[in-house]
């Protein structure tokens, strides 16, 4: 099974700041990676697909790159809406693995 | 409206069974890939369990249920379903149905609220 690593596995930071979680592949799954953010008590929401691609609606503060081994999810400006546990997850091959998490947590 | 409605949780002892179902509405689901995916408490996601669309559906099944879980779907009632059987202290999850849109690949789209299965004795 691929194993997938994010880190780090919570961050605190404030309004405004930029933040990057990454995860890394136990090999290499070419751009299939996707990022989740869950809330408290709702069920996780698609916010990147492919390494990079935002699903709609997501807002366009979130970037997602790499390919390969390693990858990032990126928010360029925090928003209070946006503390919450991100997780990746690879398509590459079954079974599909997820991180295990990273939660943002306000300074 | 777009949704995915799981129900069928509940609280259940070592060993017994359970049935999981997902109704969904708002799109074409027959076109869609289905999986279930669960949470235990306090923890991580788990991929669960998947089915292709369409005739001979291919299914993928995680290795901590293969054997004792069984994913199905009927198309014509718009449904997914879970047989959850010899079920275990650590099956105790909130369990997600999640579509997967064809064309993207195995990325999970659309999710549920999620239903909590409890096994204990």
């Known amino acids: 099974d691929i194993q997938m690593t994010q880190s780090p596995s919570a961050v605190s930071a404030s309004v405004g700041d930029r933040v990057t979680i990454t995860c890394r592949a136990s090999?290499?799954?070419?751009?299939?990676l996707a990022w989740y953010q869950q809330k408290p008590g709702k069920a996780p929401k698609l916010l990147v697909y492919?390494?990079?691609t935002l699903q709609s609606g997501v807002p366009s503060r979130f970037s997602g790159s790499g390919s390969g081994t390693d990858f990032s999810l990126t928010i360029s400006s925090l928003q209070p809406e946006d503390f919450a546990t991100y997780y990746c997850?690879?398509?590459?091959?079954?079974?599909?693995?997820f991180g295990g998490g990273t939660k943002v947590e306000i300074k | 409206e777009v949704q995915l409605v799981e129900s069928g949780g509940g609280l259940v002892k070592p060993g017994r069974s359970l049935r999981l179902s997902c109704a969904a509405s708002?799109?074409?689901?027959?076109?869609?890939?289905m999986s279930w995916v669960r949470q235990a408490p306090g923890k991580g996601l788990e991929w669960v369990a998947s089915?292709?669309?369409?005739?001979?559906?291919?299914?993928y099944y995680a290795d901590s249920v293969r054997g004792r879980f069984t994913i199905s779907r009927d198309n014509a009632k718009n449904s997914l379903y879970l047989q959850m059987n010899s079920l275990r202290v650590d099956d105790t999850a909130v369990y997600y149905c999640?579509?997967?849109?064809?064309?993207?690949?195995?990325?999970?789209?659309?999710w549920g609220r999620g239903t909590l299965v409890t096994v204990s004795s």
């Open positions: 997850q690879q398509a590459y091959t079954f079974p599909h693995t």
């Open positions: 708002g799109f074409t689901f027959s076109s869609y890939s």
């Open positions: 492919a390494a990079s």
């Open positions: 089915i292709t669309s369409g005739p001979g559906s291919d299914i």
């Open positions: 999640a579509t997967t849109t064809p064309s993207t690949g195995w990325y999970f789209d659309l």
């Open positions: 090999q290499g799954i070419y751009y299939w």
